[in-house]
C-alpha cells in the first residue's frame, strides 16, 4: 500500500510545537463530546461483562450481587445510582477503574476511569455510610474538583459526585463518613 | 453514538497482545550522523555528509534569508562556499566531535564566523563603505549583532526539518511493518489537524475504517502510533546529540522557541 506523502513544509511553528510535544497525554486524546459519549456507554455497560476478566467464580459472585433487594443491577450506571448497592461490587468497580487508569493504552481512556474510580468510592460513602478508599478527605476533594469541572460528565454522575463532596465537607477532618 | 458493547475487561486483559514493539527499537546510538560525517571512511562520511546536509541546509538558509535579510540568490551563493570550504574543505563537522555545545548551535556559529569573515573580506577588497552594500544588508549594527544572536527563522526552519524527516521515516515504517492502521489513525488524529487545523476525525469513524473492534481500541492505537513518532523524532535528534538527556533538551528547547514564536 503506497500512501501519499505529507508535505510538512506549510505547518506553523505552533502546530510544529505540538508536533514536538512528546507527552502522550497532552494533544487530548480524546474529546469532551467523545468523552460523553464513552462516559454513558460505560455507565449502560454490563457489570458482569467488564468483570469478568476476573475469572468465573467472581463472575458468578458478580451475578449473586447484582440481584440485590432493590432494583436489580444490570449496568454500571444502574449501580452507582442504586439506593443501596452492594458495597463488594463498588470495591471491584473502583478496582477495575484503577487497573483501567494504569495503562496508558488500557480499554478506558484514563478520564473515564478516572470519573468511574470516583464515583465508586462516593457511592460507596454516600449510600452506604463506607469509605473503600484510603484517600484522605483533602486529596478526595481535589479529585472531585477536578471531575466536577469536566464538561462531559453527565448530570446524573454530577449530582452523585457533588452529594460525594457534600458528604465529605461535612464529614470534618478524616472521621468515617 | 451507537458504540458496540465490547468487553472492556478481557479487553483489558488482551492489550498487551496489540501493543506494537516499538520500545524495543530505540535508538542506543547517539550522535550517529554526526560521527559518521567526521570519521575517515569516505564512503560513509560522504553519505553521512549528504544526509546532514541536505537536512539541515534549508534551517541555515533561513537563518540567512529571514534571520539576517540576505537575498536569497546572495544567500545561496554563501551557503554554497560554507559548504564547500568549511563543511567540505576543512571537514568542519570532525570538529564538532571537540565542541561541547549543540550541534545546532555549532553549525550556526561557524556559519555566522563564515558569514562575518566574508563580509569583511568582500568589504576589503571592494572598499567598500560599512553599510552593508556588498551582502546586501542595510543595518549597519547588523555585523554586530551576527555573533550573538540566533535566529527564530533558523530553529523554526530546523525543527521543520525534523518534524519531516521524523514523519517520512514512521510513515515508511509504518508501511514496511504493513501497520498502516497506525499511520492511518495517527494521520487521522494528529498529523491532518496540525497541518490543516482541522478536527481530528471521530473515532467511531477510524474503527470503522481500519476495522477496529470499538472506538476505544482506536484511542489505543493512536497512544501507539504517537509513543512510535516520538521515538522515531528522538532517533532522529539522536542523530546529532550525544546522549539521551541532549535529545530530550534539543526536543524542549525548540519546541518553547517554537510555541513563542509567530
Redesign the interface.
Known sequence: ???E??D????S??????????D?RI?E???PG?LA??L???LS??VE??????GEEASQRVRALSSVRGPQIRSFGDLLHHPHPPIELLELTKQ?AK??RK???????GEIATVLYYASIVAAITKCGRRISKLDHQSLRYALDWALEQAWLDEKTRELLREGYRAVDTAGPETDV | ?D?P?????????M?SAD?YSGERRFPTTRWSLVARAGQNDTEARREALEQILVRYLPALRAHLTCGKGLAPDRADDLLQEFVARKILDKDLIAGAEQDLGKFRTFLLTALNRFMINQFRDERAKKRAPCDGVVLGVSDPTWLAQTEASPSVAFD?AW??S???EA??RM?AEC?ESNR?DL?GVF?CR??GP??E?S??V??EQLARRFGFQS???A??V???A??MY?RT??LVVGEYARSSGEIESE?GE???I??S??
Open positions: 500500500m503506497i500512501v506523502e505529507r510538512v513544509s506549510s505547518m511553528p505552533q502546530s510544529l510545537a505540538r508536533m514536538m510535544d512528546l502522550e494533544g486524546l480524546w474529546r467523545e459519549a464513552i454513558e456507554h460505560q455497560a454490563p461483562l467488564d468483570f469478568s476478566y476476573l477495575f487497573d483501567c495503562r496508558p493504552d488500557g480499554p478506558l481512556p | 453514538m458504540r458493547k465490547t468487553n472492556v475487561g478481557k479487553q483489558l486483559a492489550m501493543r523554526v525543527a521543520r525534523i518534524v519531516t514523519v517520512r510513515r508501511q498502516m499511520w494521520e494528529v498529523l496540525a497541518l487545523g478536527d481530528p471521530d473515532y472506538p476505544t481500541q484511542s489505543n493512536l497512544v501507539t504517537k509513543r516520538a523524532l528522538r526536543i525548540l519546541r518553547e517554537l510555541a514564536s509567530r
